[in-house]
């Protein structure tokens, strides 16, 4: 029963709904609870109408109770009551006419003739039904014109939400294509800086990626210099050794939580290992001890590569932090740029860093395994710097010392940082260049690059669907929303006429 007065409540709260309260003449209207209901869903009673059944099952004497109540004197109501006689058990099998004369005569006998004619009999009701239809139509018409406005363009915001149609494979591919352009445009901008042409830069600023690359190279490069060698040299300032002798975590981002396709990719601890504490001098003391060999000169060929390997060894984990970031940046606008020109997330997906990440491998074994070698003539004037201002500081001391022979511990530190000197601007300059703006950012293969129409050209049918195809779900909503949008056209079309 509770369900019925719910479902019936549902119905008949509606203003455009007319409220038939039908009720049997032989029963005690007091006790009729859809008119409780009626008047409290439509307190006005602008849309009920009293509707009076049975009058042939009345006992003797309670006609006038029923009259009284078509007249208005009982339990009024503000469109009144209509009354009329249904077919009895024998004459279930009349047709309409027939049962409409049966009505006319039984209305025309005493006491029910005195009752006015409108509001007597089926054609009655059906006329006072059809005036208040028109009635509640013009009063609810603005409002049905506007709800129907209203509802087409909900509909069409839910469609184009959708994006383009893209069932078939020239859809699909004008679809992506379109994508395309706008991510490139997106990307060039983000690469020149002009932060001014879109409005998406001052509300997402991890898309400023020239900005944070340039910031994170600096910072690449102040590390490398303050971090990158394993034993501090002796011409190197106080403030920078003590600033180098702390062991520090880089400050990289937390890539692997924000996107977890790229936790496997940089295998390092993205730790710069704390710097010896041990004088360089005695290091490189040591290590020319061990390296002696056979022959006249007294210093083995493997000194140099030795300890320069070990000297510029907190380069690659100071590197990979930096290529992580990188990385990070160039995903993070990749995903984040293209949520801004395709809203359909099932559309968007990861790219590949690995050849970055090989590459950056590459530049660390060829600096620090390779041959120490430099065409730069900053090499000699380093190295005759340091040689000058070692004799100056003997001939201050009065010391005697022979400076013209390789067999000098000295003599291999000044080696050793001037060519620290040189390969570390120079490996910093070609991790940038090459690693992170050729193979990240600008470069014709870099991951920003790769999604432009040449790429879109060449994917077959089935990568199409792949990528772009909808799923059964959208497919049924987005056939659902035309023809919900073409009902609403056409009923729109019809209010007009």
């Keep these: 029963m509770a369900l019925v007065r719910r479902i019936m409540n549902r119905h008949i709260k509606d203003e455009r709904t007319i409220i038939l309260a039908v009720i049997p003449s032989n029963t005690d209207i007091a006790t009729q609870e859809i008119l409780s209901i009626a008047k409290e869903l439509d307190p006005k009673g602008l849309r009920t109408i009293g509707v009076l059944t049975k009058p042939d099952l009345v006992d003797k004497g309670g006609e006038e109770n029923v009259i009284s109540l078509v007249e208005g004197k009982r339990n009024p109501l503000r469109l009144g009551y209509c009354i009329v006689r249904n077919r009895g058990q024998s ?241 993070d606008f990749t995903c984040k740029a293209l949520a801004h020109v395709c809203r359909d997330e099932g559309v968007r997906s990861g790219l590949w860093y690995h050849k970055t990440v090989d590459h950056v491998r590459f530049l660390i074994e060829v600096e620090r395994f390779g041959t120490p070698m430099t065409m730069n003539h900053y090499f000699n004037e380093k190295l005759q710097k340091l040689k000058a201002d070692r004799l100056e500081k003997l001939l201050a001391k009065h010391v005697e010392q022979h400076y013209d022979t390789w067999q000098r511990p000295h003599v291999i530190h000044d080696v050793l940082e001037s060519y620290y000197t040189v390969a570390r601007k120079r490996f910093v300059d070609t991790v940038c260049m090459q690693a992170s703006d050729f193979f990240l950012l600008a470069g014709p293969e870099s991951p920003l690059r790769v999604f432009g129409t040449a790429f879109v050209s060449q994917l077959s049918a089935t990568q199409l669907d792949l990528i772009v195809g909808e799923d059964v779900s959208t497919k049924q909503l987005r056939k659902s929303l035309k023809n919900e949008i073409d009902t609403l056209e056409k009923g729109k079309t019809l209010l007009r006429a």
Excluded at 125 to 147: D, G, H, M, N
Excluded at 179 to 206: G, K, M, W
Excluded at 207 to 219: K, S
């Design 91 to 331: 004459e279930l099998s009349n047709n309409a006419s027939e049962r409409l004369k049966k009505e006319a005569e039984f209305f025309a006998t005493e006491p029910w003739s005195r009752l006015d004619r409108d509001r007597v009999g089926t054609p009655a009701l059906q006329r006072r039904l059809q005036e208040l239809l028109e009635s509640i139509t013009r009063r609810e018409f603005p409002k049905v014109q506007a709800q129907i406005v209203q509802q087409l363009a909900t509909c069409r915001n839910r469609l184009d939400g959708l994006g383009a149609d893209r069932e078939s494979t020239d859809q699909q591919r004008r679809f992506l294509l379109e994508i395309s352009h706008h991510f490139q445009d997106v990307t060039n901008c983000a690469l020149d800086a002009s932060y001014s042409r879109h409005a998406v830069f001052s509300s997402v600023p991890e898309l400023r990626i020239a900005t944070l690359a340039v910031q994170r190279m600096e910072r690449f490069a102040a590390d490398i210099a303050a971090l990158g060698h394993t034993v501090s040299f002796n011409s190197a300032p106080k403030e920078e050794v003590a600033r180098a002798d702390r062991l520090r975590s880089l400050d990289v981002e937390d890539s692997d939580g924000a996107y977890p396709e790229l936790s496997d990719l940089i295998l390092t601890d993205r730790v710069a290992h704390e710097s010896s504490n041990r004088n360089i001098m005695d290091w490189i003391g040591e290590e020319y001890r061990r390296a002696r060999g056979f022959g006249l000169a007294a210093i083995g060929p493997s000194i140099l590569p030795t300890i320069w390997q070990e000297q510029a060894k907190n380069w690659e984990g100071l590197t990979f932090a930096y290529i992580a970031d990188m990385v990070f940046f160039v995903h």
